[in-house]
């Protein structure tokens, strides 16, 4: 290695592979955790060496291949990247450790901030998503999403903001395409066939209750919910109405009445107050803000899109919250 002293180089190697020997026995307890630290701890012996250039990380990479694949030229350039965007108080004070090296890879390669990566790591870990949900969430742009308020009628967040979490601007409908958007019944049976990846898109905690869940007052008076979850987060129950056109004040009313019915008729002493949300294609802000506005029932309002339409509809709200 042309202008590497041959003494320095080595006391890196031996750095590195004291490194590697003891959290390889740490990793009995906490295996993904003392990888993590693993890798940034070398991260950091490499960047201590920045002057040296590629020709250091590609002996390093040949020197540790005793230890496997984890230690490639790649991997090894991954780390010093990995070391770059934290300090270890940094990591130390959030999840990181506790999520996927495969995740983190493709958190720092599409992140482009440390703001949008700290918040994809933090959400990786709360929801556990895999790497290929987390390239999904990228690809739905769910940081930029998370920026905008949905419009909803005054609730009261509980001290978890777990009521606030439950309400989106709007929900990515990945499986969906424009032709299956023709009338409700095509889309709801369409929710129904992905239904994993649905409750994965309204986020933890939702729990299918039923599909056209019938209701039976004391009147004798049958009615069909089109889908009935259960949150476990608020310990309620969910009511969404699905209207495949943009929404219409008159649609409030059918959601209060299933809202008040499943109060009624369902919850018991151990639930809190149900929720409700209209899921419709699109929603005109001041005729939704009006028509919540003096509702007492916990009901909000969130617009699906499908993948294709994301960067147009992002664009456009950016645009009004600039403006306002």
Not at 57 to 63: F, G, P, T
Request: hydrophobic share 40%; with cysteine.
């Amino acid at each position: 290695m042309n202008g590497i002293i041959d003494k320095s180089y080595f006391k890196d190697l031996m750095a590195i592979k004291e490194t590697i020997k003891k959290n390889q026995t740490n990793t009995i307890y906490v295996v993904n955790s003392a990888m993590i630290i693993t890798y940034y701890q070398i991260g950091t012996i490499i960047n201590q060496r920045k002057e040296w250039g590629n020709k250091y990380i590609r002996k390093l990479s040949i020197d540790l291949a005793e230890y496997g694949k984890g230690y490639s030229y790649d991997q090894l350039k991954r780390m010093s990247r990995f070391a770059n965007w934290f300090t270890i108080t940094e990591i130390r004070a959030q999840p990181v450790p506790q999520i996927p090296w495969s995740s983190i890879i493709e958190i720092m390669n599409k992140s482009s901030s440390k703001e949008e990566m700290l918040w994809y790591i933090n959400q990786t870990h709360k929801n556990k998503w895999s790497r290929t949900t987390v390239l999904k969430q990228f690809e739905s742009k769910a940081f930029q999403r998370q920026t905008i308020d949905p419009i909803s009628s005054p609730i009261k967040v509980d001290s978890d903001g777990h009521i606030k979490e439950i309400l989106k601007d709007i929900v990515v409908l990945q499986f969906l395409n424009k032709n299956d958007l023709e009338d409700e019944r095509t889309l709801k049976n369409k929710l129904m066939n992905n239904i994993i990846a649905f409750l994965q898109e309204l986020g933890p905690g939702f729990a299918l209750v039923g599909k056209e869940y019938k209701l039976v007052t004391p009147t004798i008076k049958n009615f069909y919910i089109d889908l009935l979850m259960y949150h476990t987060k608020i310990h309620a129950y969910v009511v969404i109405e699905v209207k495949i056109n943009e929404f219409q004040p008159a649609d409030i009313g059918q959601l209060n009445f299933y809202v008040n019915a499943v109060d009624d008729l369902e919850r018991t002493e151990l639930d809190n107050d149900t929720v409700g949300i209209l899921l419709c294609k699109d929603a005109d802000a001041y005729v939704a803000k009006t028509t919540l506005s003096k509702l007492s029932t916990k009901i909000g309002i969130s617009k699906y899109k499908i993948l294709e339409e994301i960067p147009e509809y992002l664009a456009n709200k950016l645009n009004d919250i600039d403006e306002i």
